[in-house]
Every structure is written in C-alpha cells, then in structure tokens.
C-alpha cells in the first residue's frame, strides 16, 4: 500500500464520512496501481464490456450515470470475480451535434461555415473537440467508472476511420449500399437528413383541415382531411382502403387536384386506415413516410414541392418562393375561395422536430445513400431468435424484432461537414471509384481530376462497428482475438434498433460472430412526476451536482436501488439522501470495529460457538450466495436491497449491538472471537458493496486490511477478490431461530414504548408457546432475550396461563405478556388507555352484531359487503378476547 494512503488513512474520528477527499484519494491509488488495466497475457477468463460512447459534445445526465454505475458494478464484480475484465471507454463525435455548437461559436464571431470553408470548419471542429471533448469522460471518472483509460477511443480516430472506410467499401462491393431517392426526415435548417432519433416527436396542437378534391366530368367529390395542406400541391393520388364499401366505386375514378387542377387517380391501398379522418387520404409520395410506400406499390409519379430551406419551388406554382408555413396559409384561404375548404377541427399531433436546433422535420424524398437491410438483417434476427444473443428483460427482444423485420433500408448518408466522409470519389469521366484509401487517379481514363463525396457517414453507421473497430479491426489484434466478442451490452430501449441491431448486425458480417451476448435495458429516468428527464423540458438532475452533494457512493446506490429490471425511474434530489444515509452508517459501524480491533492482527480467533455468532456468519454466507446470483442474473434493485437490509438491519441493528457488551465485560476468549467475527463480516461486506460503492469500501478496507490474512490482501479492494459463499456455515436453523427471538425483542421493546416504561426499568415477561419443541427453541435463546430486551425475569412454557393486569401481544404463534406489576404510573395510565379503547371497540362490536342480526340488512345488502362486516366483526371480537 502507498505510504502516502496509509498516513491519510489512519484517522476516522469524524462521524460523518465526507466523500471528496475519499473520492479523490481513492481514484489516485486505482490510477497509480494500474487496477482497470487487463492482463491480455494472463491465464483468466477475459469479461468485457464496451461503454456506449456519449456525445463528444454532452455533459453526463442521469441517464448516462445510471447506465455506467449498472457498466461499473459488472466490470467491478467480474474483476474482483478474477475474470481479465475490461471497460473500453469512448465518445461519439456527434456529427449533427459537434456541428451545430461550433455553427454557434462561429455565429458569435460574425462568420459562417459557409464563409470559412469546408476544410478550416473541420479544423475548428477537431479543435472544440481537443479543448472540450473530455469533459464528460472526466465526468464518469467522477461518478467512479473503472474503464481502462489507456483505452480511450473516439469515433473519428485514425483506427476506427479506417474501419469505417472498410466497411462502406465491403458493402457497397457487395451491393448492400446503393444511391437513390428515397423519403428521408429533412432538417431545413440544418440541411440535413436525419435519424429517426434525431427526428423528436413532440405533441402540439394543430389543426385537422377537411378538403375536397372533385371528381372528373361530376359535380360530386371525395373529402380528404390533412395537417399539412401545403403538400396538396404535390399530390398525385387520394387513396382509399380496398375494403372501404363507401369508395369501391370509385376506385379507379380520376379526381381534380384543387388549386392546380392536375388530374389524379384513387387508388386503393391496404396501408389506409379506413376508421381515421373520412377513410380516404391525399398522397404526396415526396412529402410523407406512408405515401412514398403507397407511390412506390402503385407507381405514381413523385413531385417535390418545396426546396432543401423549406420553401415552396416551381412545382407549387403561385406559391413558389413562400415559406412552407406561409403557404399553409395562403394555400386555406385560396381553397376557401374555390369552394374546396370544407372546415377545420382542433388536432393534438405529434410533430417531429429537429433534437439539435428544434425545427419541424420535413419528409421529403432526397437522393441519399442507403443500405440494402433485407440480407443483413436476416442473420441478425436468427441470432436473437436462437439464443447467441439475450435481452435482459426479455421482453424487449420484441422491439427488436418489430423493428428488423420492417427490412427498412438505412440512410446513411449525411449533408454534414463533420464526420466520416463516405469514400466515393468521382471522375470528370464518369467514373465512380469507392476505396478505402484515395485514389491518386481515375482507374478508367488515368485523369486525376477526382471529386469526393460532399456528404459524411451517419452517426450510427461508425458506432455500429464499436464492439470490434475499438479492438483494433480491420486489423487482427490480438486483443481483438481475446475480446471479441464481448460479453454484457447496457443501454436504453429507445436504441434497441439504431444501435443494439446494427451492432449485431455488423458484428455478424465482418467477424461472423455475434458483437455481445447479453443486451441489458435499463428503465429511463423521469422526474417525481412521471415525466422524462430532458434538458428542453428542464426537469433534469445534474449528477456532478448531486455527487458534490451527496457524494458518487450514495449517487450510485440511491440510482441501483431504484432500478427493476427495465421499469422507468422516478426521481428526486431527496431521493440521494438515502444513499448518503447508508455511506455515514458504514463510515460509523466501520469506525467502531476499528476502534474495538486495536492494533493489527490477522490471527483467527477459534470457532465461534455462540449463537450471534454463528448466525451473522450464517447469514453472511447466505447473502453473498444470493448476491452473486442476483448480480448474474442482472437483478441490480435486488443486489442493493439484500445488502441494505444484511448490514444495516442484521449487522448493526443486531449483531453489532449484541456484542458490544461482550466487548466490554465478556472473557477474553469470547472477546477475541468477536472482534475476528466483526472483521470479517465487515471485510466480507466491504467486499460485496464495492461494485456499488466503490470509494467508501476502498478507503475504510485500506484501513481494514492489515488486520486481515496476507493471502487476502490486496494493493486495492478494487482488485481483491469477491467473496464466494461458504455454504458449510449456512444453517437456516439458526437462521430461524434468531428471526424468531428477533421478534420476540421487537414486541417487547414495542410494548415498552406503548405503555411508557423507562429504557432502563428491568421487566418481567411471560411467553407462552405451542409445543415442548417451541418451548425448547426459545429457552436455547433465553440469556440472548434477556439481555436485548432488559427482561429480568423471562419465564417460558407450553399453553402457560397468561398473568391478568398484563399487557398481552401475538408474535411468531408465541403469546407474549409483560405484567403491569411493579410498573408504577406509566402502567396505570396505559390501563386506562386500554379500558377507554376496549369500551369503544366494544360499541363497535355491538353495532357490527345488530346490523348482522337484521334480516333485512342481510337481504337487501350485496353478499361481498355482508362478508366484509362479518370478516371485520370476527377480527374485533379476537382483539377483545386477548
């Protein structure tokens, strides 16, 4: 151990633990002993996990340090398990996201991107990203994340760039990525096409406009109703659902596009929803998701309406150089004119909005580069169906397949500055070269006058890759032959497919194997009220603030006790102060071992023989048993609360309070077996809270250790080893035993603080139990009864006669009574408390019995109100016969 954590460590006599400078000094000793680093040439089974990468741009949310303490406690766990654990840390370059905030630098300076230039914009980006770019990773260094730093990998480094280019050269040489127009989710500020994630749906009020588009060669006509009637100028169908009696004729039939007076058929097409609007729809193929399917399955033509900015082009005739919302407008008033607006209605909708500047998304049809999902999506839906992959909870697999087996083609491509550029370089000839590296000249007619592709990759296509391009590949490492694939994947559901999916399915192309066997969904953050987490809603919880507050220990305790297996998580400030609660009573309980144990020693005492004893290291073994098993199983809730309840509840509440007099007045031998009793459990719990509360348990073991065997010693509780369960020292017996004595001191103590009785007077107590075996198993426990409960006089028999004038109660089929003699006034008044509330119980009763006695109640009354009166009758007439 460093000298200088030793000489740091040997004073505990505050009584409240205060984190920052545990936190701190806890960090210098994992950094300086190298204790998140792995053995790659080691003999151990290797464990890894690939923390998924936050935005270069981002500051840690709650999101994030719930996702890393769940990371950190398995890659704790398997560490000190001795599996050769590693964490891969990382961020995302965050195309959209990096863009968009060095956009606003340069706004400030009074220039643009546009001003200075493809090449110096991506040089100010790269040097955001250097002065900037680690803040979250220091962040989650905070929150206590042990990755191996030395590891640290960015999305647009040289190794993962070169990756990214192999993979687009791979798939398009294989005929998996094409360029064409598809409908794609247009940002008109940021002149970008965007993810579906990055597409944020937002509830707002609208309007539903109801319109009608005449037949041809009638006077008669069918009513559409729309959001957006801006996009009727590009209409090219109304479409009806083939099922619809109330259109069948007019399948077929030719309608008059309003305003424009262009000619379109109705089309019938099972993608309608008859029940919705009037049950016919207007099809704009190059301004809607669902229209573009049913132009594509009936071959209409497409018209674009408006321009990349959002405004209306030469297709929207008197319209054309409107904004979108401005034609809206002008659009209603002109079909009000002609007769075709028929009314309006209040419409709440979802609108789709740009998540980094907020703008309404617009669908529109844009030529892009997509890749073909149908052929790569099939291994990847087996591998789930078959096992080789699991989600944790397994309902979330349905996401997962709900969303593969739309076989939807993915855009890939990007009207951004910063990212991976795609590696398509075009000739004057004609020629179109796709490589890796860039090509000197064109391979067709040798010119070098060779233009590559204005757009960048998604952002997901490079996060895709992950698993493996942060192990080296395309290169065949040998940490990518140990560590591939890894093992346990955490992260939220609302990326089960744009990350989860693709990563699978990449994984199985180019290393035909899967990137992780485990996929772990956590719940979402919310606040008190059952809202999500966000910063536009302004709801959230700064973690840096909180671990200032509270410390990184009770921050991740408090989080892992509220998680259960994929619920969503309700949360407040106050909700830390739990966690906080439990960091100062082991501070405490820690400090008072210390201060009982003396001077270093590792000798163990003989074997413990008394019944405390052996019933804390029963139950120690028992709780390690079943920690491991749910930390295995992903059951984190159920892994804090055995812990909770174990030390909190078992260790201090009983044992440790049980021993103290021992400690004080017992001989020697008895002393000694204490004091290696309170070591060890104390060492074995430190040792099961680490992964959760990984400062707290380094500082108080590096105080802890040198009383123990050197061959449990370890530079660092972080790489000491788990404690495995020692099921020879179980005995559910005892185990039993002591609940029920437990009970017994519970009752008594409850009757002292009913009646009044002063925590110093002595008692008397009669028990009365069923069976000669009862009566056995309490009088085993009689001294240890005596002792917690200030009973001088404990008498113990079968079916005894209960003393009258005595307070009586009912705990584990054993009858219990302390007799009022000798208690003085605090006995009297509370025998006048209980014959002024059996007087009233007794009135209750009384009009319980005529009620149930009345013919007429009984007949006109339902049978379940009758049966509840006579349940609660039945219970009051057993209160007053005690």
Known sequence: MPASFLLASTDMAETHYDPKQTEERSTKLWEKENCFQPRPRSRKKPYTITIPPPNVTGALHMGHALNSTIQDILIRFKRMQGYDALWIPGTDHAGIATQNVVERALEK???????????????????????????????LKRLGASCDWSRTRFTLDEG???????????????????????????????????????????????????????????????????TRPETMLGDTAVAVHPGDERYKELVGRTVILPILGREIPIV??????????????????????????IGERHGLPRVRVMDDRGVMNENAGKFA??????????????????????????????????????????????????????????????????????????????????????????????????????????????????????????????????????????????????????????????????YYPTDTLSTARDIIYFWVARMIIQGLEFMDDVPFSSVLIHGTIQDEHGVRMSKSKGNGIDPIEMIDKFG????????????????????????????????????????????????????????????????????????????????????????????????????????????????????????????????????????????????????????????????????????????????????????RRMERVFGIVACIRNVRAEVGIPQGQSLEVVASVSTEAARKEVQESADLLRRLARVHDLSVGVEMERPKNAVSKLVDGIHIAVPLKGLGEAGEAWKARQAAERAKLQVQLQSMEKKLSNPQFLRKAPSEVVDRLREHRDQLARSLSL
């Open 552 to 735: 990184a220990d009770a921050v991740r305790f408090s989080l892992i006790q509220l998680t259960s297996e994929g619920q969503d998580i309700r949360l407040s400030a106050s909700r830390f102060d739990g966690g906080k609660k439990l960091a100062n009573k082991l501070w405490n309980a820690s400090r008072f071992v210390l201060d009982q144990i003396g001077e270093p020693t590792a000798t163990r005492a003989s074997r413990p023989r008394r019944e405390e004893d052996r019933w804390i290291l029963s139950r120690l073994n028992s709780v390690t048993d079943r920690v491991e098993t749910s930390l295995n199983a992903f059951r984190f809730h159920e892994f804090t609360h055995l812990l909770y309840q174990f030390f909190w509840h078992e260790f201090c509440d009983w044992y440790v309070e049980i021993v103290k007099t021992r400690l004080r007045e017992g001989p020697a031998a008895d002393q000694r077996v204490a004091r290696w009793v309170l070591v060890h459990v104390l060492d074995r719990t430190l040792r099961l809270l680490h992964p959760v509360m990984p400062f707290i348990t380094e500082e108080i073991w590096q105080r802890l250790k040198g009383h123990l065997p050197k061959s449990e010693r370890a530079v660092a509780l972080a790489v000491a080893s788990f404690p495995k369960p020692d099921r020879k020292l179980v005995d559910t017996s005892i185990e």
């Open 268 to 293: 019938a097409d099972e993608g309608v929803k008859s029940e919705v609007g009037s049950g016919a729809v207007k099809v704009t193929p190059s301004h809607d998701p669902l229209d573009f399917e």
């Open 109 to 139: 300076e009074g220039t643009s991107r546009e001003e200075i230039g493809r090449e110096a914009f991506v040089k100010r980006c790269w040097e955001w990203v250097e002065q900037y770019g680690g803040r979250i990773l220091d962040q």
């Open 321 to 482: 150089g409107q904004d979108r919302f401005e034609c809206r407008k002008n659009v209603l008033q002109e079909l009000n004119r002609t007769g075709n607006f028929l009314r309006e209605e209040d419409h709440l909708h979802n609108v789709p909005h740009c998540q980094r500047c907020g703008t309404v998304i617009e669908p529109t049809v844009s030529r892009q580069w997509f890749v073909k999902m149908e052929p790569l999506a099939r291994p990847a839906l087996k591998s789930v169906r078959d096992g080789r992959v699991r989600f944790h909870p397994e309902r979330f697999s349905k996401t997962y397949f709900d969303w593969l087996e739309q076989f939807r083609d993915w855009c890939i491509s990007r009207q951004l500055w910063w990212g991976h550029r795609i590696p398509v370089y075009n000739c004057a000839c004609g020629e179109v070269i796709v490589r890796v590296e860039p090509p000197r000249k064109c391979p067709g007619c040798k010119g070098t006058d060779l233009t590559q592709d204005q757009d960048v990759l998604d952002t997901w296509f490079s996060s895709a890759l992950w698993p493996f391009s942060t192990l080296g590949w395309p290169r065949k490492t040998a940490d990518l032959k140990r």
């Open 160 to 226: 993962l760039s070169r990756a990214v280019a192999t993979v687009f050269v791979h798939l398009y040489e294989k005929g998996l990525i094409y360029r064409g127009e598809r409908i794609v989710n247009w940002c008109p500020r940021c002149n970008t096409a965007l993810s579906d994630l990055e597409a944020e749906g937002r509830e707002i009020p609208g309007k539903l406009y109801w319109l009608r588009y005449l037949l041809k060669d009638s006077d008669k006509f069918i009513t559409v109703a729309t």
